[in-house]
């Protein structure tokens, strides 16, 4: 292994065109995040939850360690000294975060979920303050629509936070979620200063699968591969590839253009993509509120990724 010389990608260099195709990157992950709740709906009825995760998240590192193998393995190249910061955003992002999302869904709606997922640009924006970033007036109330959008478009009448002890612990673990993404970009944003994208993806998927793969084979990962027909093949298929390699390829690759709140931003899509195929595909049924939540993400979103005056 060698050592990688000192990259970064400056806003005010790439201009407004790589930031039309980071906001692009991240919209279209947060697309495919979305899609991926609905997969994991199904797939989950029939294969343990960790084993799951072994599952997309393996062969999603598989995947990107065969392209860059074929097609650019000079990025699989990197100092032992990295392998620990790699290490850190795969326990974060691929072991952490999808343990306290499905967890704290067992416990709390898929709607209070969501909300308390939106938290994670808020998250993003206290971090990145601490860490230097500043967020214009303009963001600022772009974070806090998106947030008002989620509430929006899940709000259901008679319904208030609090009670049930264990939906608190299913909200907490949620908020813990959101935060724990935003600890995610604001960590790679200092890492991808130095490796590319498809490296940073690839081996933090790869080492949290590993740390994963220990429960999972307590959880019952070997039988669960050998129920897999093809409705679940397909879907396992679906997250490694285009949930798993493709949408976290994506995801981090806006970060190395973007700050790690005009990325968070976009979580709140996740959501509301999820519901709209809820509907599509499962039948489910919306208020027109939804409808108004929708739109006021979507303002929320336009409002924190404008292009502005550059300093």
Do not use: C, H
């Amino acid at each position: 292994m060698g050592t990688r010389r000192s990259r970064s990608v400056t806003p005010s260099r790439a201009g407004q065109p790589a930031d039309l195709r980071a906001n692009a990157s991240a919209a279209t992950a947060a697309v495919l995040f979305g899609a991926s709740v609905i997969a994991v709906r199904v797939a989950v009825r029939d294969i343990p939850p960790v084993s799951l995760a072994v599952l997309r998240f393996g062969l999603g590192g598989l995947l990107l360690t065969g392209i860059l193998l074929v097609a650019a393995p000079g990025q699989l190249r990197t100092g032992w000294e990295r392998l620990w910061r790699f290490g850190l955003l795969g326990i974060v992002l691929f072991v952490l975060f999808p343990l306290t999302f499905n967890v704290g869904l067992r416990y709390t709606e898929a709607s209070r979920g969501a909300i308390m997922l939106a938290t994670m640009p808020i998250w993003s924006a206290v971090l990145g303050s601490v860490a230097g970033e500043r967020l214009s007036r303009r963001q600022a109330v772009g974070v806090g629509l998106s947030v008002l959008g989620i509430g929006l478009a899940f709000a259901e009448p008679g319904t208030v936070l609090g009670g049930d002890p264990m939906r608190l612990l299913g909200d907490g673990l949620l908020l813990l979620t959101g935060l724990l993404g935003a600890v995610y970009g604001l960590i790679a944003k200092r890492v991808l200063a130095v490796d590319s994208p498809a490296t940073v993806t690839t081996y933090a998927m790869l080492i949290g699968a590993g740390l994963l793969l220990p429960a999972a084979l307590v959880e019952g990962l070997v039988p669960a591969v050998g129920r897999l027909d093809g409705r679940l093949l397909g879907l396992v298929l679906f997250l490694g590839i285009l949930g798993g390699a493709a949408a976290f390829q994506l995801w981090t690759w806006a970060l190395s253009r973007l700050t790690p709140t005009q990325v968070a931003v976009y979580v709140n899509l996740n959501p509301i993509v999820a519901a709209v195929l809820g509907v599509v595909l499962l039948g489910e049924r919306r208020a027109g509120l939804f409808l108004l939540g929708f739109a006021t993400v979507v303002a929320g979103v336009l409002l924190v990724n404008w292009p502005g005056r550059r300093s």
